[in-house]
Nanobody, 121 residues
Framework: QVQLVESGGGLVQAGESLTLSCRIS????????AGWYQQPPENPRFVAAI??????DYGYFVKGRFTISRDNAENTVYLQLNNLQPEDTGVYYC????????????????WGQGTQVTVSS
């Protein structure tokens, strides 16, 4: 059974940084596409995704502030969050999924438990 465990969230002030981690087990990580979604009070929104080959895609609101990466030896996907703003507040979920063309589609049944990021102004 595939399991995703996120960590690294916390409370920070505007302009500060955090690094989120997602360890994925129960599958062949090296051939897994993975991504991150943010759950603010409204509907979840796409943050970033990385393919098994290292191709990346980002949500429109990221604007160069976040970086997704992966370490196949550690079965882990990372999300570096820089210059955080209050609107970045929410629960960040890790997912597995599939790139079709340049678009990432999450697997609806494979989400982690989430990690809370809170940014104060």
């Amino acid at each position: 059974q595939v399991q995703l465990v996120e960590s690294g969230g916390g409370l920070v002030q505007a302009g500060e940084s955090l690094t989120l981690s997602c360890r994925i087990s129960g599958n062949n990580f090296a051939i897994t596409d993975a991504g991150w979604y943010q759950q603010p009070p409204e509907n979840p929104r796409f943050v970033a995704a990385i393919s098994k080959g290292g191709r990346t895609d980002y949500g429109y609101f990221v604007k160069g502030r976040f970086t997704i990466s992966r370490d196949n030896a550690e079965n882990t996907v990372y999300l570096q969050l820089n210059n955080l703003q209050p609107e970045d507040t929410g629960v960040y979920y890790c997912t597995t999924g599939t790139f079709i063309g340049t678009t990432y589609y999450p697997n609806s049944s494979r989400w982690g438990q989430g990690t809370q990021v809170t940014v104060s102004s």
